[in-house]
């Protein structure tokens, strides 16, 4: 039974739309090329075929050239603009050579020459197959290389998160929907791309989307996309974050901050796996995987109306609750360790490793931001450290002093100085970068984001001095200054 009969394809399969009026030949393909194990679908004019690319997206579409009405390079053109990733492979008579080599040039894949052997439109399939396959696999590499995948990502001992590792790893193995729970900074989206990476859809895209971030007027467009002419300004298609995820993981942060009215989509993207784009026709099927997450009580907000009571039951299939810092303190120092050499080494310098004294510090604060405020204390330490390891004295004054409320910058003298001036607090940080840098310059202005310059002109302005040298470094030194006028 070809896909287009069952509705269902072959995992991994390449998918493939045949457009061709003449019905004889469109089933004689179909059926061939189903049983070659590609996802097939059979369309019978070019009108059909852009209306099955609503429905589905297709990996190549095999297109017969000359056609009533829309003809082939006509829909070679509208495939390009509303579906790019598609690959069209055109099949013309022989005397109609001339037309698909000037197709190709306007970006078809290739063609093949009527009349054909199967096997000849199969060689073109298989040559497209690889490409299709290299172009998931690098994909799917890059994504698992910038998304710090694991269970394991999320470090720590305590009994605590070895259960959050054992959840994310069998949530990981099966399908359903995951509803990720915790405060802010607790690594809600670290355990959601652990669950994708860690899942048969490590392949697919991961799209992770802060429903919180989006205005309530755009939400409906962003999610679910929309048609050209949908509405004014809409002058190109777009997919919505829904239709990016086909084939791997939307992961809704801040779920509970999706506007009330566009949750009924939502809730029949779950239950129907189709999207109804702003302007479509008619549904596109989706086949993608939903993580959600939120910081809020949504069972309250069922009970005040602001949720929809079966949404959170669809969203509510597994859940895993992750643990704030104070629930789990005893994993604060390898944390604070592991964050310190991942600091390091985006800043390009070495480790600097924390005394027993600020480890103990760390542990004893509360940390009410959990990982995102642990990480920002460990990162302004490093850089403000005046010895060779972190020690008390770098780490911000909240946590030096529990209890104290936490300023926006650390005074040089101590709590009872006067308020800095702007110009104050920049002339502080600057001297600790380059002390940090060693007083290498070229360092500290890539540190601080500006260029050599800049830097010169506000050590003159604030008259930093760093360290006295003799000898052969001086000379290399001096060499160091203010670099020429261009």
Not at 312 to 338: C, G, K, M, Q, S
Not at 348 to 368: K, Y
Not at 406 to 431: K, T
Request: charged residues 25%.
């Amino acid at each position: 039974m070809s896909a287009d009969e069952s509705g269902a394809a072959p995992a991994g399969a390449l998918r493939i739309l045949v457009v061709e009026d003449d019905g004889r030949l469109l089933d004689i393909l179909t059926r061939h090329l189903d049983r070659m194990g590609y996802a097939v679908r059979g369309a019978r004019s070019g009108g059909d075929a852009l209306l099955r690319l609503e429905e589905a997206p297709a990996d190549v579409v095999l297109s017969d050239v000359r056609m009533p009405g829309m003809d082939g390079r006509t829909l070679l053109a509208q495939v390009r603009e509303r579906h790019p990733a598609a690959r069209v492979v055109l099949m013309t008579a022989f005397g109609s050579v001339d037309d698909a080599v000037e197709a190709m040039q306007a970006g078809a894949y290739s063609y093949v020459v009527k009349p054909f052997k199967v096997e000849t439109v199969a060689a073109v399939l298989r040559n497209a197959a690889r490409e299709v396959a290299l172009s998931r696999e690098v994909e799917g590499l890059r994504r698992a290389v910038s998304g710090r995948l694991s269970a394991d990502r999320l470090i720590g001992s305590s009994a605590r998160m070895r259960d959050v590792r054992r959840l994310l790893r069998e949530a990981a193995a099966v399908g359903a929907t995951v509803l990720l729970t915790g405060k802010s900074g607790t690594g809600k989206e670290v355990a959601a791309r652990a669950i994708h990476f860690g899942g048969p859809r490590a392949a697919g895209p991961f799209v992770p989307v802060n429903c919180a971030a989006i205005p309530e007027p755009l939400f409906e467009s962003a999610m679910f996309g929309h048609r050209r002419g949908a509405f004014t300004g809409a002058v190109d298609s777009q997919p919505g974050f829904v239709e990016q995820a086909d084939g791997g993981t939307l992961f809704l942060d801040e779920v509970g901050d999706i506007p009330r009215a566009q949750q009924a989509k939502l809730l029949r993207v779950l239950q129907e796996g189709e999207v109804s784009p702003l302007g479509a026709p008619r549904t596109v099927k989706v086949d993608l995987r939903v993580v959600a997450a939120t910081n809020q009580d949504l069972e309250r907000m069922v009970a005040e109306g602001a949720f929809r009571e079966d949404l959170f039951y669809r969203l509510n299939v597994l859940r895993i609750d992750l643990p704030t810092l104070a629930e789990r303190a005893e994993d604060v120092p390898a944390l604070a360790e592991h964050l310190l050499l991942e600091i390091a080494r985006q800043n390009g310098l070495p480790a600097l490793g924390f005394t027993p004294a600020a480890l103990e510090a760390l542990t004893r604060h509360r940390w009410p931001g959990n990982v995102r405020e642990l990480r920002n204390a460990v990162e302004r330490a490093f850089l403000g450290a005046r010895g060779r390891r972190i020690d008390v004295g770098d780490l911000p004054g909240a946590v030096q002093h529990p209890g104290a409320p936490a300023p926006l910058f650390d005074a040089p003298g101590g709590p009872g100085d006067a308020p800095l001036s702007l110009e104050a607090v920049e002339q502080a940080h600057i001297e600790k970068v380059l002390l940090r840098a060693g007083w290498n310059r070229s360092l500290a202005a890539r540190l601080l984001g500006i260029d050599r310059r800049t830097l010169f002109a506000k050590i003159k302005r604030y008259g930093l001095v760093g360290p006295l040298r003799a000898g052969p470094s001086a000379a290399a030194d001096d060499e160091e200054e203010e670099p020429p006028a261009r």
